[in-house]
Antibody, heavy 122, light 110 residues
Framework: QITLNESGPTLVKPTQTLTLTCTFS??????????VGWIRQPPGKALEWLAL???????RYSPSLGSRLSITKDTSRNQVVLKMTNVEPVDTGTYYC??????????????WGQGTPVTVSS | QSVLTQPPSASGTPGRSVTISCSGS????????VHWYQQLPRTAPKLLIH???LRPSGVPDRFSGSKSGTSASLDISGLQSEDEADYYC???????????FGGGTKLTVL
């Protein structure tokens, strides 16, 4: 059974760097086709994809945020870390990490964490 | 503004059917399979339909998906009160080189 759990600060000041960690179990990020993505949701708004990292170190970023994002993986600890620099109040929302696979689900996000709320405010 | 266009709201009465549409372009829906997510209030999204019309284990067959050209649809038959949720379509986009989501449709069961 795949599980993912997001962790990180709930409150961040504007201009700071937000660091979020996704700790997962039930799969390996060394397995061909496997990836972990980050998706966020501002209060009352739609889902927005942020970044993805695959088993082969392929990294993808949302063009609208790309220069502010960095995604890394630690396969030994089963973790994926997302860093977002220079945060602003509009970055407030719930941040989710999710499992994806080229194979069974054709790159759909088939398992999600419960989400972690982040507020950007001074 | 989302890359994929969904109606902001939809509604239906218990037992009836409802269809939610998702419109894209040749760089996304027209080239890749479409997935649908259900987000119940105050919970994380859940994969409902993948690869246009496939249901993950445990999803009732009241939910079905289809795709034609640059548009896709989610059909829900035999509406139940617990189907009240936000529904999102998603797919891959060649231009963005990553996944894209629709703006979401809030389904109300009257």
């Amino acid at each position: 059974q795949i599980t993912l759990n997001e962790s990180g600060p709930t409150l961040v000041k504007p201009t700071q760097t937000l660091t979020l960690t996704c700790t997962f179990s039930g799969f390996s990020l060394k397995s061909s086709g496997v990836g972990v993505g980050w998706i966020r949701q501002p209060p009352g708004k739609a889902l927005e994809w942020l970044a993805l990292i695959y088993w082969d170190d392929d990294e993808r970023y949302s063009p609208s945020l790309g220069s502010r994002l960095s995604i890394t993986k630690d396969t030994s600890r089963n973790q994926v870390v997302l860093k977002m620099t220079n945060v602003e109040p509009v970055d407030t929302g719930t941040y989710y990490c999710a499992h994806t696979d080229y194979g069974d689900y054709d790159r759909a996000f088939d398992s999600w964490g419960q989400g972690t709320p982040v507020t950007v405010s001074s | 503004q989302s890359v994929l266009t969904q109606p902001p709201s939809a509604s239906g009465t218990p037992g009836r059917s409802v269809t939610i549409s998702c419109s894209g372009s040749s760089s996304n829906v027209g080239s890749y399979t479409v997935h649908w997510y259900q987000q119940l209030p105050r919970t994380a999204p859940k994969l409902l339909i993948h690869s246009n019309n496939l249901r993950p284990s445990g999803v009732p067959d009241r939910f079905s998906g289809s795709k034609s050209g640059t548009s896709a649809s989610l059909d829900i038959s035999g509406l139940q009160s617990e189907d009240e949720a936000d529904y999102y379509c998603a797919t891959w986009d060649d231009t963005l080189k990553g996944p894209v989501f629709g703006g979401g449709t809030k389904l109300t069961v009257l």
